[in-house]
């Protein structure tokens, strides 16, 4: 009796080891998000020297046929995984885990006509749901679950100077390749087979990741 | 060594509740252990050196300097964009830090990306219009 009043804690603690093992949180942040002020935002005569100035330099940029654009863009990527294990001799190093992904995207996209004044100017917030899997782990790794890489593509700039070694469908495509800063601007995430990257046949990020091994 | 640990944690036990065996805390101290089974940092940087942080910004002086001067000091940028009668060098370097505390019951990583940019606007015989660095990082983000 006096032991039973001792150890409660401790076989709680241990159905918790035994259970509830391997619950996770991966947060990544990708860039920071700026705040325009609706002086710049709404004006039809700002310029883009007073963009640069509030905002610094943006995400992007890109030629257009009567202008050019700018996109600033930031991201926010939350898992949550939720596991469970079992007791068994070999189970024991293993887990079940349970994940559900969410990304808060920011993105501001300015057009300025051939003399650099703002022509159109958009902002979106949103919080989307990425997805939802399950997976079967050793119990001290910590991945996840959720596929978020697409929306985590690096920035073109790390490999601008390398665009035309690139696997061939992709290099011949480098005449509307939304990577060059001439040809449109691309928010992270988008579908590769959509656009002007179908031309690409496959999928670049793929493609890339090949090309750089 | 455990026994004597035990021994003094023991001893200086807050009289009035109920005192845990030795073998009690033993295996709560196992359990601590297994708890706190690991904890990770990291940190990468990608892109170009960021020169533009050390160089003088009064070097830089529209309707004067050129796109010769700006890559003298800095070096080639990491992509060249025209737009128009302009054309466009844009220096990028990326930090990537990122923690992650591994314990059996929870674990948690955090990953951030930071981007240091500079952009400088040149015309079409290469006198810089403009230029722009990226704002330093606000103490929210910069956890």
């Given at each position: 009796?006096?032991?039973?009043?001792?150890?409660?804690?401790?076989?709680?603690?241990?159905?918790?080891?035994?259970?509830?093992?391997?619950?996770?949180?991966?947060?990544?942040?990708?860039?920071?998000?700026?705040?325009?002020?609706?002086?710049?935002?709404?004006?039809?005569?700002?310029?883009?020297?007073?963009?640069?100035?509030?905002?610094?330099?943006?995400?992007?940029?890109?030629?257009?046929?009567?202008?050019?654009?700018?996109?600033?863009?930031?991201?926010?990527?939350?898992?949550?995984?939720?596991?469970?294990?079992?007791?068994?001799?070999?189970?024991?190093?293993?887990?079940?885990?349970?994940?559900?992904?969410?990304?808060?995207?920011?993105?501001?996209?300015?057009?300025?006509?051939?003399?650099?004044?703002?022509?159109?100017?958009?902002?979106?917030?949103?919080?989307?749901?990425?997805?939802?899997?399950?997976?079967?782990?050793?119990?001290?790794?910590?991945?996840?679950?959720?596929?978020?890489?697409?929306?985590?593509?690096?920035?073109?700039?790390?490999?601008?100077?390398?665009?035309?070694?690139?696997?061939?469908?992709?290099?011949?495509?480098?005449?509307?390749?939304?990577?060059?800063?001439?040809?449109?601007?691309?928010?992270?995430?988008?579908?590769?087979?959509?656009?002007?990257?179908?031309?690409?046949?496959?999928?670049?990020?793929?493609?890339s990741r090949r090309s750089?091994? | 060594?455990?026994?004597?640990?035990?021994?003094?944690?023991?001893?200086?036990?807050?009289?009035?509740?109920?005192?845990?065996?030795?073998?009690?805390?033993?295996?709560?101290?196992?359990?601590?252990?297994?708890?706190?089974?690991?904890?990770?940092?990291?940190?990468?940087?990608?892109?170009v050196e960021p020169l533009?942080?050390?160089?003088?910004?009064?070097?830089?002086?529209?309707?004067?300097?050129?796109?010769?001067?700006?890559?003298?000091?800095?070096?080639?940028?990491?992509?060249?964009?025209?737009?128009?009668?302009?054309?466009?060098?844009?220096?990028?370097?990326?930090?990537?830090?990122?923690?992650?505390?591994?314990?059996?019951?929870?674990?948690?990583?955090?990953?951030?990306?930071?981007?240091?940019?500079?952009?400088?606007?040149?015309?079409?015989?290469?006198?810089?219009?403009?230029?722009?660095?990226?704002?330093?990082?606000?103490?929210?983000?910069?956890?």
């Amino acid at each position: 009796m006096r032991n039973d009043r001792k150890w409660p804690g401790f076989v709680l603690l241990f159905t918790l080891l035994g259970t509830l093992t391997g619950c996770a949180s991966i947060n990544k942040q990708l860039d920071s998000p700026v705040r325009p002020s609706g002086s710049t935002s709404d004006n039809k005569s700002t310029h883009y020297f007073a963009v640069l100035d509030e905002l610094g330099p943006p995400a992007s940029l890109t030629a257009l046929p009567e202008g050019f654009a700018f996109q600033y863009e930031a991201l926010k990527i939350h898992e949550q995984q939720f596991g469970i294990s079992s007791d068994r001799p070999l189970l024991r190093w293993f887990k079940l885990a349970y994940g559900s992904a969410t990304a808060m995207r920011e993105v501001h996209v300015y057009v300025f006509n051939k003399n650099g004044y703002l022509q159109a100017q958009s902002t979106k917030r949103l919080k989307d749901n990425v997805g939802k899997g399950l997976s079967f782990q050793f119990i001290v790794k910590v991945t996840q679950i959720v596929d978020t890489s697409y929306l985590e593509k690096p920035s073109i700039q790390h490999t601008w100077g390398a665009s035309l070694t690139r696997p061939l469908p992709i290099a011949l495509n480098s005449a509307q390749s939304l990577d060059s800063g001439l040809h449109g601007l691309e928010q992270r995430g988008t579908p590769a087979s959509v656009g002007q990257r179908t031309l690409e046949a496959r999928d670049s990020r793929k493609n890339s990741r090949r090309s750089s091994h | 060594m455990i026994q004597r640990l035990t021994g003094d944690w023991l001893r200086g036990f807050p009289p009035g509740l109920p005192k845990p065996d030795k073998s009690g805390l033993i295996f709560f101290l196992v359990a601590i252990v297994m708890l706190l089974s690991g904890c990770a940092s990291w940190e990468s940087d990608k892109g170009v050196e960021p020169l533009w942080r050390q160089a003088v910004q009064a070097e830089w002086k529209p309707g004067k300097t050129t796109d010769a001067d700006v890559i003298k000091v800095l070096g080639p940028p990491s992509q060249i964009i025209t737009l128009g009668d302009q054309s466009v060098y844009y220096y990028l370097r990326e930090k990537n830090r990122g923690k992650a505390y591994i314990f059996i019951l929870w674990n948690q990583t955090t990953q951030s990306v930071e981007y240091d940019r500079a952009i400088f606007f040149f015309d079409k015989k290469g006198v810089l219009l403009k230029y722009s660095y990226s704002k330093p990082v606000s103490a929210s983000n910069a956890k």
